[in-house]
């Protein structure tokens, strides 16, 4: 499997501007996770998606920000509008969703680095 | 909420040395603990999972304690490389807040120097 992809690498945009991230999570996976990291604030949980479902948006910053997972394979998390405090890598991550809740790893894409001028 | 703290921020040693990083946390009702490596500009590759009823999992070089009771973890790499140079981060997921949210410490940069 080639990992988690997600697309584009970079991403630069001036301030007001639509942005969408994408996401291919490993196939088979059924959790799929949005992380946000910053030199400030570190990693940080934005939402989370069970077998397609948002689960958790409490991370989520603003109404500016938007998750969907329209299917098993594929995932945006959109901020419109963008703001240079949006500024960050963005990670994609899945895990295989087990019975054991204890035994879950995390994979992670490569991230988007977003800069917003 | 629980807070992962990570010492030291830094590290730098010489090739061939074996080398202790930190991991605490604030509340030990955790479900597991896990050790991930970051290399500059990549995402991050999990090293090792610590369930919360085990004390430690090796893998090669790499050794991972769990003290769930006192919120500390170490992670212990033996004869270290200059390909070990990469920043480290822990993070806890948590009984309260979900198996599946995940609390990330900020990392330790180590540089092995050749």
């Known amino acids: 499997d080639a990992g988690v992809i997600q697309s584009p690498r970079h991403e630069v945009t001036e301030m007001g501007q639509e942005v969408t991230l994408r996401c291919k999570p490993i196939?088979?996976?059924?959790?799929l996770f949005w992380y946000r990291q910053t030199m400030m604030r570190g990693l940080e949980l934005l939402i989370y998606?069970?077998?397609?479902?948002?689960?958790?948006d409490s991370g989520m910053p603003e109404d500016r920000f938007s998750a969907k997972m329209p299917n098993a394979s594929f995932s945006t998390l959109k901020i419109q509008p963008s703001e240079p405090r949006d500024s960050a890598v963005y990670f994609c991550?899945?895990?295989?969703?087990?019975?054991?809740?204890?035994?879950?790893?995390?994979?992670f894409g490569s991230g988007t680095q977003l800069s917003v001028l | 909420k629980q807070e992962v703290t990570q010492i030291p921020a830094a590290l730098s040693v010489p090739e061939g040395e074996n080398l202790v990083l930190n991991c605490s946390f604030t509340?030990?009702?955790?479900?597991?603990l896990q050790w991930f490596r970051q290399d500059p500009g990549k995402g991050l590759t999990s090293l090792l999972l610590?369930?919360?009823?085990?004390r430690e999992q090796t893998s090669g070089r790499l050794n991972a304690s769990l003290d769930k009771s006192s919120g500390r973890s170490t992670l212990y790499i033996a004869a270290s490389q200059p390909g070990d140079s990469a920043t480290y981060l822990c993070?806890?997921?948590?009984?309260?807040?979900?198996?599946?949210?995940?609390?990330f410490g900020t990392g330790t940069r180590l540089t092995v120097i050749p």
């Open positions: 998606f069970n077998n397609n479902v948002p689960i958790d």
């Open positions: 610590i369930q919360s009823s085990q």
């Open positions: 196939s088979g996976h059924d959790y």
């Open positions: 509340d030990s009702a955790i479900y597991n």
């Open positions: 991550a899945s895990s295989l969703g087990t019975s054991s809740l204890a035994n879950e790893k995390l994979f």
């Open positions: 993070a806890v997921s948590g009984v309260q807040t979900g198996a599946n949210n995940l609390f």
